[in-house]
């Protein structure tokens, strides 16, 4: 199973996303993980890579299934990790071979062309606390055919109160 980490960052009530050529999708940097390595490494190295820059205050947003289906059966599977973070450091790339960097407002999330599996996960990472957890089925031309979400806030307990 392929394992994905992206990463969104969320500053002054923008998030930097790329843009990509093939679909002219936005999508939150990112990429696959390298075999042994850790889902928020494989994070922060993506975004790196992608973006020329550093993030600060990086954390744990979403873990997903892709699930790819065609005439009922599955023919692809992966793991996607979304981690957020509200800072970073460095001068960003304008454009990599893969796509153009963009700020947009947080509010441009619902609009933008993007995978809507991509547009719930990236939602929930620049709106809402917490981690969300889900399942999305497609076709294999990206058209969502069903969703699955869940989510969870931590709960602090101290104990000398």
């Known amino acids: 199973m392929q394992r994905i980490a992206n990463l969104l960052i969320i500053k002054d009530k923008q998030v930097l996303l790329l843009k990509k050529p093939r679909r002219d999708w936005y999508v939150a940097p990112g990429g696959k993980m390298e075999p042994g390595e850790s889902i928020f490494k494989a994070a922060v190295r993506e975004f790196t890579e992608e973006t020329n820059a550093t993030p600060i205050g990086t954390h744990l947003k979403g873990v997903y299934t892709m699930m790819i289906q065609e005439q009922g059966k599955t023919v692809d599977e992966w793991m996607l990790f979304t981690f957020a973070a509200n800072h970073l450091t460095g001068d960003l790339f304008k454009e990599t071979t893969e796509g153009i960097l963009e700020w947009h407002p947080v509010e441009a999330l619902a609009t933008l062309p993007m995978a809507e599996g991509d547009r719930t996960n ?24 069903e969703e699955s979400i869940q989510s969870s806030i931590e709960e602090v307990n101290h104990p000398n109160e």
Request: aromatic residues 24%; negative net charge.
């Open 122 to 145: 990236l939602q929930f990472a620049a709106n809402q606390q917490g981690v969300q957890y889900g399942t999305f089925y497609y076709t294999p031309e990206f058209q969502l055919i």
